[in-house]
C-alpha cells in the first residue's frame, strides 16, 4: 500500500514535469524525491517514469494514476473544507440527496419531522439525477439517498422502505375528475402527460394502460412537469401518489388508478461510512410518511 506521503510526492513529480521541480514545490532535498519514486516503483512493480536524456516522461500508467489521484485529492478537500465549515457553524448536519418524484414534499415532510426532533439541525436537500446518486454518496459528503430505484454500485447499500401507487391528475372540470378511480380504458383518446419508456414513470405509464391508445401525447421527462400540465389544464398525468403530494388541489383532481404495480422507495447509503446518528429517525419518518400518503387514497 502506498502512504500518503507517496502519492503526494507523486503527484508533485507529475505536475512539475522534473525530480527538482518537484523538490522545490515539496520544501524537501531532491534525492528524498528520487528515493520515494523508486520505493514506489518497487511496491507497484511497475516503471512510472521512463528516464530518457536526463529527463523523466511519465508512463501511460502514471498519467493515469494522476487523474485518480487528482480526484482522489479534490474529495478530500471538499471533505476537509466541509469539515470546517461545520466546525465553524457549530451544530448538526444532515444531507439528503433525492430524486425529484420524491424531493417536493415526501422528503421534506420527514427532514421537517428530523428538525422538529433536532432544533438546531442544519440541513442540505439535493435533487439528484440517476447517473449522480452513486457519486453522490461515494464521492460527496451525503448522508444518505432516497429514490424510486435500486442503486447498484458496489460499497452502496439500497434499502427498500416502500410504496407508493401510480394516480391520476386530471383537471378540474373534465369528466374523469368525478370519477372514483381510473383504469387505462378509461383514458383512451384522453390527452396524456407521457415519458420516456426506460424511465421508472414511463414503465409504470405503459404497463398500466397497456394497449389502451390514449389521445395528444406529451411527452415530458419529470412527474413534476406532468403534475404542471394537469395543473395547465392540458393533459392529464399519471404519476407517482409522492409527487402529487405538491399539486394544487383546486385546479386537479387526484385519482387513484386500477394498477397493480407500485412505485418502490429505495434509500441508500454508503456501507463503509459510520451512519449518521440521525439516519434511523429519518428513515422512521420517511417510512411513516410513506404510509401516511398510501392511506389517504381509497382502495383500488
Not at 514506489?40 to 530518457?52: I, K, N, T
Not at 416502500?162 to 383518446?189: F, K, N, S, Y
Not at 415519458?195 to 401525447?217: E, K, S, Y
Amino acid at each position: 500500500m502506498l502512504t500518503l506521503r507517496q502519492i503526494e510526492v507523486l503527484r508533485a513529480v507529475l505536475q512539475a514535469g522534473s525530480l527538482a521541480g518537484a523538490a522545490r514545490g515539496l520544501g524537501i532535498a531532491q534525492p528524498t524525491v528520487t528515493r520515494i519514486v523508486r520505493r514506489m516503483e518497487d511496491v507497484l512493480g511497475l516503471a512510472l517514469f521512463d528516464r530518457r536524456g536526463g529527463r523523466l516522461h511519465p508512463t501511460a500508467e502514471a498519467r493515469r494514476m494522476l487523474g485518480e489521484i487528482d480526484r482522489a485529492y479534490d474529495a478530500l478537500r471538499r471533505a476537509v473544507d466541509d469539515a470546517a465549515r461545520r466546525a465553524r457553524l457549530g451544530g448538526e448536519r444532515f444531507e439528503v440527496g433525492v430524486s425529484p418524484s420524491l424531493g417536493r414534499a415526501l422528503v421534506p415532510e420527514a427532514l421537517a419531522g428530523l428538525s422538529r426532533a433536532a432544533p438546531g439541525l442544519a440541513l442540505r436537500l439535493d435533487v439528484l439525477s440517476v447517473s449522480q446518486v452513486g457519486p453522490y454518496l461515494t464521492e460527496g459528503t451525503g448522508e444518505v439517498a432516497v429514490t424510486l430505484f435500486p442503486v447498484r454500485q458496489a460499497g452502496i447499500h439500497s434499502q427498500h422502505i416502500g410504496q407508493g401507487r401510480l394516480v391520476a391528475l386530471v383537471p378540474r372540470g373534465w369528466p374523469l375528475a368525478g370519477r372514483a378511480r381510473l383504469a387505462p380504458e378509461d383514458l383512451a383518446g384522453q390527452p396524456l402527460a407521457v415519458f420516456d419508456p426506460q424511465a421508472v414513470h414511463g414503465r409504470m405509464v405503459d404497463g398500466f394502460l397497456g394497449a389502451v391508445a390514449p389521445g395528444t401525447r406529451h411527452l415530458v421527462r419529470f412527474a413534476e412537469s406532468a403534475a404542471a400540465l394537469a395543473e395547465a389544464g392540458i393533459a392529464i398525468a399519471l404519476i407517482d401518489a409522492f409527487s402529487a403530494m405538491a399539486i394544487r388541489p383546486e385546479l386537479v383532481a387526484v385519482r387513484p388508478t386500477t394498477a397493480a404495480a407500485r412505485f418502490d422507495v429505495y434509500l441508500h447509503r454508503v456501507l463503509d461510512r459510520l451512519q449518521a446518528r440521525l439516519l434511523p429517525d429519518f428513515e422512521a419518518l420517511l417510512a411513516e410518511g410513506i404510509r401516511a400518503v398510501e392511506a389517504r387514497l381509497p382502495l383500488p
